[in-house]
């Protein structure tokens, strides 16, 4: 497979605008049980924002910068800022470079993960994306690591993150809205592990696309 381009990008983040629209109820209904049922509203406002400025960036950088500060300005809520700072620096991290190996686009990924984690302070366990991201990135590099493309790497991370987002139901929440519900927010799948599965399955399926 040959290398990741900022097209490819493009439509990674169109694909991922797409399966927000068609999950965006069932996202609201998670946040439903343990927030404020605005998860599937807020991302999909966020994403309808950003895809007209896709096309206006030219590098990994720009895209990066112009999601991240669209979700931040249009995701009222905690979302918002976590991917937006995803997105800004997944960006910086890829520069701008225009075709990222399996390898770069795993560390450009992490460098996005490490973003949400200094912003939001989540560990992993405490029900949220990062119980969905932090195995994606394991599997990423695990599969790097015996010589997967990035076809195959997003494939196995899309697999992670959808067995993480599943293991966030018996977890009690200790950050976010969620954690205001305490022992009551077990039994309850995480709707920011479930948007961020989505992410990872939306790259998934552009790369084999
Ligand atoms: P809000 O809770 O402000 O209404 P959303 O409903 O859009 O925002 O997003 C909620 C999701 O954000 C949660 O399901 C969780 O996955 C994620 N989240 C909340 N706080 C944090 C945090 N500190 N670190 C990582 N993710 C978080
Ligand atoms: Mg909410
Ligand atoms: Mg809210």
């Given at each position: 497979?040959?290398?990741?381009?900022?097209?490819?990008?493009?439509?990674?983040?169109?694909?991922?605008?797409s399966?927000?629209?068609?999950h965006q109820?069932?996202?609201?209904?998670?946040?439903?049980?343990?927030?404020?049922?605005?998860?599937?509203?807020?991302?999909?406002?966020?994403?309808?924002?950003?895809?007209?400025?896709l096309d206006?960036?030219?590098?990994?950088?720009?895209?990066?910068?112009?999601?991240?500060?669209?979700?931040v300005?249009?995701?009222?809520?905690?979302?918002?800022?976590?991917?937006?700072?995803?997105?800004?620096?997944?960006?910086g991290?890829?520069?701008?470079?225009?075709?990222?190996?399996?390898?770069?686009?795993?560390?450009?990924?992490?460098?996005?993960?490490?973003?949400v984690?200094?912003?939001?302070?989540?560990?992993?366990?405490?029900?949220?994306?990062?119980?969905?991201?932090?195995?994606?990135?394991q599997?990423?590099?695990?599969?790097?690591?015996?010589?997967?493309?990035?076809?195959?790497?997003?494939?196995?991370?899309?697999?992670?993150?959808?067995?993480?987002?599943?293991?966030?139901?018996?977890?009690?929440?200790r950050?976010?809205?969620?954690?205001?519900?305490?022992?009551?927010?077990?039994?309850?799948?995480?709707?920011?592990?479930?948007?961020?599965?989505?992410?990872?399955?939306?790259?998934?399926?552009?790369?084999?696309?």
């Amino acid at each position: 497979m040959t290398d990741v381009t900022t097209a490819d990008l493009r439509a990674w983040i169109t694909r991922f605008a797409s399966l927000i629209d068609e999950h965006q109820t069932e996202l609201t209904e998670l946040d439903s049980a343990i927030g404020d049922a605005d998860h599937g509203s807020n991302m999909a406002r966020g994403m309808h924002a950003v895809l007209p400025k896709l096309d206006g960036a030219a590098t990994p950088a720009d895209l990066g910068k112009a999601i991240g500060m669209t979700l931040v300005s249009t995701v009222g809520g905690a979302s918002g800022p976590l991917y937006g700072t995803f997105f800004l620096r997944l960006g910086g991290a890829a520069g701008a470079e225009d075709a990222l190996d399996a390898a770069t686009l795993g560390a450009a990924l992490r460098a996005g993960v490490e973003g949400v984690v200094q912003r939001g302070k989540a560990e992993p366990g405490d029900k949220t994306m990062i119980d969905a991201f932090t195995p994606a990135l394991q599997a990423w590099d695990d599969a790097v690591a015996g010589g997967a493309d990035a076809v195959s790497a997003a494939e196995a991370a899309a697999t992670a993150a959808a067995a993480g987002r599943d293991a966030t139901v018996p977890l009690v929440a200790r950050k976010g809205r969620a954690s205001y519900l305490g022992e009551r927010s077990a039994g309850h799948l995480d709707p920011g592990a479930a948007s961020a599965t989505l992410l990872l399955e939306a790259l998934r399926d552009t790369l084999a696309a």
